[in-house]
């Protein structure tokens, strides 16, 4: 299994603002993924997040909004850039565990709210 | 492109009851994997089971059982002897077999709001 630690947890942000979350897993791994939960939705994947190289992102996640960092096995952020309201949602952190068999591993996920 | 299909976006069952929620899928692949998660209101992602699609033999893990229909794609959870615990969204999701790039990432269906009434 794995341990994936995000925060924060919830955040209350201005519009316009920007804002970074973190995530933490307890081994390396070679791929990480941010997902967004928009309220009572499915999770989407906004992009893949490679240890040194560029993040691949989903279709209609573009970089300057949506900026990934990966600098090295265990940790990545995701940065929400210039928020507007249809940006609340809640962003997941995920990995895969260390044996290997198919599943996803998640954090709790950061509750974003943007008045 | 691979899609995951949940058509019932709620589900009720009596505590101590089974209940079988749907999942269908549609891909060309011949390998992956297939996994039920669980939401609870807290919004840990809890992996509930995992299929392997080269194996015939359905799933369980203790209450959860599945029925995994190759031919059809359809990937059905079992809940048995429900409890108020249980009480959650329900996500059906597919995930190719190899690794690399955005192909290693879940698929998630809509989900299935499940009530346990006592």
């Known amino acids: 299994s794995a341990v994936i630690s995000q925060k924060p947890s919830r955040d209350i942000c201005q519009r316009g603002t920007s804002l970074t979350i973190q995530c933490q897993v307890d081994s390396q791994v070679t791929m990480m993924f941010w997902y967004r939960q928009q309220p009572g939705q499915s999770l989407t994947l906004i992009a893949t997040?490679?240890?040194?190289?560029?993040?691949?992102?989903e279709s209609g996640f573009v970089i300057d909004k949506f900026p990934i960092s990966r600098p090295n096995l265990t940790f990545s952020t995701l940065t929400v850039s210039n928020m507007s309201p249809e940006d609340s949602s809640i962003y997941l952190c995920s990995a895969p565990g260390q044996t290997n068999t198919g599943e996803l591993f998640f954090g709790e996920g950061s509750r974003l709210t943007v008045l | 492109a691979q899609t995951v299909t949940q058509s019932q976006p709620e589900m009720s069952v009596q505590e101590a009851e089974t209940v079988t929620l749907s999942c269908t899928y549609d891909?060309?692949?011949?390998?992956?994997?297939l996994f039920w998660y669980k939401q609870p209101p807290s919004r840990q992602m809890i992996l509930v089971i995992r299929?392997?699609?080269?194996k015939q033999q359905n799933a369980t893990e203790n209450r959860f059982s599945v029925n995994f229909q190759k031919a059809a794609k359809s990937f059905s959870l079992k809940i048995s002897d429900s409890q108020l615990g249980d009480a959650a969204m329900y996500f059906c999701a597919y995930r190719p077999w190899g690794y690399g790039g955005s192909q290693g990432n879940l698929i998630f269906g809509k989900g299935t709001k499940l009530s346990v009434k006592p």
């Open positions: 891909t060309s692949e011949s390998d992956y994997y």
């Open positions: 299929q392997e699609a080269y």
């Open positions: 997040a490679n240890q040194g190289s560029e993040a691949t992102y």
